[in-house]
Nanobody, 118 residues
């Protein structure tokens, strides 16, 4: 069974940077991998994703120009480079994967906390 393992969260000051990593264990083929986040008292929201076939990337408007999603070619590993972080970016960040044959993200990581202090 495929599992996603995230790392790289932590506490950072307003304007700082963090890099999240997500590695998939087990053999699988993905349509896409991405990142979601959930702030306290709010619903989980989409942050960024990458289509595995061609590397196309997608971002929610609030992170465009500040966050970059990337991957290690040949490995089921995805990264989220976060720069110019703001207190409103504080959330638990979840890695997600859409396996081939699935119509949506069907594999989720355990989440990693990102806290941006003002």
């Amino acid at each position: 069974q495929v599992q996603l393992v995230e790392s790289g969260g932590g506490l950072v000051q307003d304007g700082g940077s963090l890099r999240l990593s997500c590695a998939a264990s087990g053999r699988s083929f993905f349509h896409a991998m991405g990142w979601y986040r959930q702030a306290p008292g709010k619903d989980r929201e989409f942050v960024a994703s990458m289509r595995w076939s061609n590397g196309d990337t997608y971002y929610t408007d609030s992170v465009k120009g500040r966050f970059t999603i990337s991957r290690t070619v040949g490995k089921n590993t995805v990264y989220l480079q976060m720069s110019s972080l703001k207190p409103e970016d504080t959330a638990v960040y979840y890695c997600a994967a859409q396996q081939v044959g699935s119509t949506n993200y069907n594999v989720w990581g355990q989440g990693t906390q990102v806290t941006v202090s003002s």
